[in-house]
């Protein structure tokens, strides 16, 4: 539920409205904007177990505080338009999008790397996808995200409204609490000459989010794997790399499809030494076990080179 509203008119307001300071805060700027709860004391109709204060919190499109899922935080919300930028940019071989950007405008410009195109293709329906930005789908940081796997083996850069920049790897290490990790401004791609990579997906329907998804990154050498990147989605708590599985891979052949199913998924598809599938109430750890054996094959056995177009794959029941 969001109790309050803060318009920030630059990164330094922003910054100190986030840190709990309405200190030179604009006529939108929380004040008589938000509620403010004495100290020691809780707002009307907190129920039992939840926090009495109020979070502050950035607001992008709206689609994660505006969910389901958020109903129970008390939120300030904190706006983020005119803050951080809502473009893209091509400066050489590399991309640099702004984090206020939308999935549909990623759809919708030329020249971006086929794989981030893929990954936001597959983000719900154009409702979703006119509102949802590119920082929110890395700051909710969900299993299910879109961009996370597909950015995570591409090596993006990140710069924070502070002015750190950090890998996007990085920052995903860095606690999300109590102060949260920092407010990504811009997300930047580079194009890497001799680089394979690819995007796969299995969703319900085609307007429903990811169950499982993977992004594949690598080089062959002389027909050897090297540098092998794997990022999985849908088989635990977050998308994250997969170092003992891209390990395996490392320095061999690229091998065929069946090899790379049954190293990957062994006997019983759950149990298998690289990752625990967890079971919830989009698929049974056994099934996300299977399934993803085959979209990891997909995603390495398709890739194509980052100057020429990279293969997505979308697979639904």
């Known amino acids: 539920m969001t109790v309050g509203y803060h318009r920030p008119r630059d990164a330094a307001e922003a910054l100190a409205i986030l840190a709990g300071s309405d200190a030179g805060a604009g006529d939108e700027s929380a004040g008589s904007k938000a509620a403010q ?7 009307a109709g907190v129920a039992p177990g939840r926090p009495g204060f109020p979070r502050r919190l950035p607001l992008g499109g709206g689609t994660q505080l505006n969910s389901s899922e958020s109903r129970d935080l008390l939120v300030e919300a ?7 930028p809502k473009n893209i940019e091509h400066e050489g071989s590399k991309t640099i999008i702004g984090a206020m950007t939308t999935f549909q405008e990623i759809l919708d410009s030329p020249g971006l790397h086929p794989i981030i195109v893929a990954a936001a293709r597959g983000m719900v329906d154009r409702n979703i996808r006119n509102r949802a930005t590119v920082g929110g789908n890395l700051g909710s940081d969900k299993s299910c995200s879109s961009l996370i796997p597909v950015l995570l083996v591409l090596d993006a850069e990140l710069l924070l409204l502070d002015g750190r920049r950090l890998s996007l790897e990085d920052w995903l290490e860095l606690p999300s609490e109590p102060k949260g990790r920092g ?3 811009k997300i930047t791609i580079d194009i890497k000459q001799g680089r394979l990579s690819s995007y796969a997906r299995w969703s319900r329907v085609s307007s429903d989010l990811a169950v499982l998804g993977v992004a594949a990154a690598y080089r062959l050498e002389k027909g050897r794997v090297r540098d092998l990147r794997l ?3 849908g088989v635990a708590a977050h998308a994250r790399r997969v170092p003992a599985l891209e390990a395996a891979f490392e320095g061999a052949k690229l091998p065929e499809r069946a090899d790379i199913e049954g190293l990957v998924a062994g006997n019983d598809g759950a149990g298998n ?3 625990s599938p967890i079971d ?3 698929g049974s750890a ?3 076990g299977f399934r993803m ?3 990891i094959a997909d995603a390495i056995i398709f890739a194509k080179p980052d100057e020429a177009g990279a293969h997505s794959t979308e697979e639904r029941a």
């Open 37 to 43: 709860p004495e100290a020691g004391s809780k707002p």
């Open 78 to 84: 904190v706006a983020l338009e005119g803050v951080v």
């Open 183 to 185: 407010v990504i401004t």
């Open 231 to 233: 990022v999985l989605g």
């Open 273 to 275: 030494p690289y990752f």
């Open 280 to 282: 919830d109430a989009r």
């Open 286 to 288: 056994a099934f996300k």
């Open 293 to 295: 054996a085959a979209l």
